[in-house]
């Protein structure tokens, strides 16, 4: 897939804003390796207060998006200390990845909450960014572009928690040109959680559309706006797994695993997504 179209680019990135799989991973030192990614498995380590990893793969756009955070006040995302030619150092931001298992104190209502205000912060903060100037990767489908830098990976294990709040975003690999729809139909896919509810095994099981109806409410969008979440769900799965299953196809051992781990549960949650369209339209009335 193109990269989307931007008036200068300083350098060529991935199109699908996956790293290419490497049998090795020269110039990365010694650390403590932190797990949940995908796309960087293993090779994100903790050195101390900072988190050494693989560079971006838009590394210039991802490092002026965090940039302007910073300067912004947001202290919700990691901030870029130093890049070299394969790694880059951030801030570590302490806390708990909502990696597997999850704790009992993230998957409460109020956990699922504090996701909504999370993201509001984020998207106020990340709302006079200009991205004109960058390349960046995958574009999400037009019809969810609006010229904001959405997160568009807001995935459990990208999400840091302390003491069951949603503190900060982590993993900005696949931010790029989106919308505040694209980020609250992601997280909604993976926080409320949208599944069939045979591979919903905890204390959330049976309350999803109570839980999106909660979700959205945190969310301060208009009526519309709520709307719009719920129409674009088996938009946003299926970005998001296209992602994965050309990734995998192209030979890359962590999406082809987590491909094999998750692909009849991700056909069982679209089937979900589409069968309860009609309600989910309602909860977010």
Known sequence: MAL?????????????????????APGIPAGLPLFGGTANRGRVLRIGDTVVRPVAPCRLATHALLGHL????????????????????????????AVPPLAADMLTDDALVSVAVLLRRYHRAVASFD?????????????????????????????????????????FDLAGPGSVTWDFAAAARSFVP????????????????????????????????????????????????????????????GFADHW????????RARRWCERHRRALLTAAR
């Not at 804003?17 to 049998?23: A, E, S, T």
């Open 70 to 97: 910073a300067a912004a006040g947001f202290d919700g995302a990691p901030r870029v200390l130093a890049t070299g030619p394969v790694t880059e150092t951030l801030t570590y931001i302490a806390g708990r990845a």
């Open 194 to 253: 949208l599944l069939d509810e045979a591979d919903v095994t905890d204390s959330r099981r049976g309350r999803a559309l109570a839980r999106f109806r909660i979700f959205l409410a945190a969310s301060g969008l208009t009526r519309a706006g709520r709307l719009s979440v719920a129409e674009a769900l088996v938009a946003n799965h299926d970005w998001t797994y296209a992602i994965v299953t050309e990734a995998a196809a192209a030979g890359h051992a």
């Open 131 to 171: 991205p004109g100037r960058y390349a960046w990767p995958r574009p999400v489908p037009a019809r969810y572009r609006t010229g904001l830098v959405s997160h568009n990976d807001v995935h459990p294990a990208n999400v840091v928690f302390r003491d069951g709040r949603a503190a900060a975003l982590i993993d």
């Open 260 to 267: 094999r781990s998750v692909g009849p549960e991700a056909w």
């Open 4 to 24: 989307s179209r931007t008036p200068a680019s300083p350098e060529a990135c991935s199109a699908t804003g996956v790293p290419k799989p490497r049998d090795s």
